[in-house]
């Protein structure tokens, strides 16, 4: 089935179930109010929000409306946890080049994972408000996964079963700010603006077949200003949601409601199938014509990213958003 | 006035004001369900609340009931956002050296922060459940603020006007793990178990002259399964607190109930005043001995963190805790 939280004024916004093709959503009154309150009692509620699924994808729901994207808030517009990993070797290799990094001593074979701000996250047709162009403003589209409960200790095997919705991200973030985060060690602080999700989550059900071995073998669909920027594959990831999940798990309980995102998609590939960051492209011109050349963003650009099945619909829908100029605090 | 979560069974607690002397304690009822609450309307609840304290002290609260600290959770058993920073100059030095670090470049001049996890956060007497000693179990004694909404690029005189409340934190920290986690630049995300707030958050003005300059000139009481082991003076932040909140809120908002720690708190003349975690005792052992002698906690441990005012009461009640083995995860 697919979710969705509707903006209305609350800060988690409301869940609604959102039909197979997108193009009509109905509250699910009565059975949770929230996407946070489903998910943390999840078998109890899943059955009826699947019935009202059912119906809605019949025609049959009472009180349905047609879906306006821009009225979708992120799935979960607060996140209790909000963790990405870097589960793309080739994106890894490549920003170590571009930045001039160490590569970590174990990369191929224990995850990266930072710890990521949920406490304000986007709709996948929000702006995205940002100081400073200076501060070298690029987009990452991401997969990711929501959490039921996970207790400490987890294997990958009951990692994946965790596993009760994807959608997809924007991890927004200042090239110029990453490197000094980095190098302090203590992760990305300020190198990160708010990240964006949505605008749809689906069970895994709804990818089918492309839902394998912890992966979705399927490629994402970037543009930047109406222009293909690339369309790398997704079912590449290094490590599985399920180590991912691991992971973050090897010491503390993760709650209901964590989000786990892959971290840019990319592909060995890369000179076919382009990139889903502009940093990753500015270290492929760095290698092959000895400077970057493509530059970060600019206040107005606008970003696309969509993830499409086998028969080419939109399996989460887009988020498609502008970077702006944000207000100055107030004094 | 001083505010406390109650353990109830909701995932959030239940908003208790407790009395100056944290003999009683009484729900606010009426004024606001959770902390988390109270913070997102705080102009509108504090005076009700602030009078409910007065009635409280005053001995005429009706439903006023003995305050017994085994009941009492984190302020916010989960917090959407939590922040730790590295803000005493000595602490960063040892570790450096314990752990054979680079130091930062802008290290006396930029905060160091990382994003915690906040999404479960232990109250002041629980239990702190880790899955191995070999891990390197150790505390970390800190003060912390909690935030109302801070917007984008707030300004360090502007950030410490955000700041309702202060409370008590043991960062539990996995020393075998956390050198890993930094050389990785992602952050600490194994290395940190679930960290303990509390018992009792209190408005700055609980602290009277010893808050000045966005610091409080108290020292903190540590002791180790009852033997004191140091007593560092918080007066000594090589940053304030406003200068925290500004860092944080450079490329990004905070949501109101951001909490905002010290880090371990360490002072220049640590050999006369002790630490604040054992790292920091085995970074002094290895430069007078030639050897780290101190080995880290051991299941069954205890910990306990207070700071007092300059009568000898404790100002925000004590964490007191133990160190267990987790429980297997479910197969």
């Given at each position: 089935?697919?979710?969705?939280?509707?903006?209305?004024?609350?800060?988690?916004?409301?869940?609604?179930?959102?039909?197979?093709?997108?193009?009509?959503?109905?509250?699910?009154?009565?059975?949770?109010?929230?996407?946070?309150?489903?998910?943390?009692?999840?078998?109890?509620?899943?059955?009826?929000?699947?019935?009202?699924?059912?119906?809605?994808?019949?025609?049959?729901?009472?009180?349905?409306?047609?879906?306006?994207?821009?009225?979708?808030?992120?799935?979960?517009?607060?996140?209790?946890?909000?963790?990405?990993?870097?589960?793309?070797?080739?994106?890894?290799?490549?920003?170590?080049?571009?930045?001039?990094?160490?590569?970590?001593?174990?990369?191929?074979?224990?995850?990266?994972?930072?710890?990521?701000?949920?406490?304000?996250?986007?709709?996948?047709?929000?702006?995205?408000?940002?100081?400073?162009?200076?501060?070298?403003?690029?987009?990452?589209?991401?997969?990711?996964?929501?959490?039921?409960?996970?207790?400490?200790?987890?294997?990958?095997?009951?990692?994946?079963?965790?596993?009760?919705?994807?959608?997809?991200?924007?991890?927004?973030?200042?090239?110029?700010?990453?490197?000094?985060?980095?190098?302090?060690?203590?992760?990305?602080?300020?190198?990160?603006?708010?990240?964006?999700?949505?605008?749809?989550?689906?069970?895994?059900?709804?990818?089918?077949?492309?839902?394998?071995?912890?992966?979705?073998?399927?490629?994402?669909?970037?543009?930047?200003?109406?222009?293909?920027?690339g369309h790398p594959?997704?079912?590449?990831?290094?490590?599985?949601?399920?180590?991912?999940?691991?992971?973050?798990?090897?010491?503390?309980?993760?709650?209901?409601?964590?989000?786990?995102?892959?971290?840019?998609?990319?592909n060995d590939t890369f000179r076919e199938v382009g990139?889903?960051?502009?940093?990753?492209?500015?270290?492929?011109?760095?290698?092959?014509?000895?400077?970057?050349?493509?530059?970060?963003?600019?206040?107005?650009?606008?970003?696309?990213?969509?993830?499409?099945?086998?028969?080419?619909?939109?399996?989460?829908?887009?988020?498609?958003?502008?970077?702006?100029?944000?207000?100055?605090?107030?004094?």
């Amino acid at each position: 089935m697919k979710l969705a939280a509707l903006k209305t004024g609350t800060p988690d916004g409301v869940l609604h179930v959102v039909s197979r093709d997108l193009s009509r959503s109905v509250a699910a009154t009565g059975i949770a109010e929230t996407l946070q309150a489903a998910i943390e009692q999840w078998d109890q509620v899943a059955p009826a929000l699947e019935r009202l699924y059912d119906s809605l994808n019949a025609g049959t729901a009472p009180d349905a409306a047609d879906l306006v994207m821009t009225d979708v808030a992120a799935p979960l517009p607060r996140a209790w946890q909000w963790l990405d990993a870097s589960a793309f070797h080739s994106h890894g290799d490549l920003l170590e080049k571009v930045f001039g990094l160490e590569p970590p001593p174990e990369k191929k074979t224990v995850p990266l994972m930072y710890q990521g701000a949920g406490d304000e996250l986007l709709g996948a047709t929000d702006d995205v408000p940002l100081p400073s162009e200076a501060d070298g403003m690029d987009f990452e589209a991401e997969l990711a996964v929501i959490l039921d409960r996970v207790p400490m200790g987890t294997t990958a095997a009951q990692g994946e079963r965790h596993i009760r919705l994807l959608t997809l991200v924007n991890d927004t973030s200042l090239r110029a700010l990453a490197a000094k985060d980095l190098k302090t060690g203590f992760g990305f602080l300020q190198s990160k603006g708010a990240t964006t999700f949505g605008p749809v989550a689906v069970t895994p059900d709804e990818l089918g077949a492309a839902w394998r071995d912890g992966r979705v073998d399927l490629p994402m669909h970037i543009h930047w200003n109406g222009k293909e920027f690339g369309h790398p594959h997704c079912g590449a990831m290094g490590f599985s949601f399920g180590e991912l999940v691991a992971h973050a798990a090897r010491t503390r309980n993760l709650c209901a409601g964590t989000i786990i995102g892959t971290g840019t998609i990319s592909n060995d590939t890369f000179r076919e199938v382009g990139s889903a960051c502009i940093a990753e492209r500015r270290a492929i011109e760095l290698t092959d014509e000895g400077q970057p050349r493509t530059p970060y963003l600019k206040f107005g650009d606008r970003v696309r990213i969509e993830m499409l099945d086998a028969n080419g619909a939109s399996i989460f829908g887009a988020i498609d958003q502008r970077y702006v100029q944000a207000s100055p605090a107030p004094q």
